[in-house]
């Protein structure tokens, strides 16, 4: 199979993060907001989002060190 050219694609920026963090959290509020999910739960998830983000960072930070 031929190699397929690839496209360098610029990294966006976005004032609460990247991309994929502003899509996750709008998402969650979204499916919140039309009632798929109820707002307790949607508060649990994202809660241990954000638990599991900070413990990503600072075992990051430990083993950069």
Avoid: C, I, Y
């Avoid at 199979?1 to 899509?23: C, D, E, F, K």
């Avoid at 499916?31 to 307790?40: C, K, Q, S, T």
Wanted: charged fraction near 10%; glycine fraction near 14%.
């Amino acid at each position: 199979m031929p190699p397929r050219p690839s496209l360098p694609m610029p990294r966006v920026r976005v004032p609460g993060g990247t991309a994929g963090n502003v899509l996750w959290w709008g998402g969650l509020a979204a499916v919140a907001a039309f009632g798929v999910v109820d707002w307790p739960v949607a508060a649990l998830v994202a809660a241990g989002t954000w638990v599991a983000e900070q413990h990503a960072k600072q075992s990051g930070h430990a083993h950069a060190g």
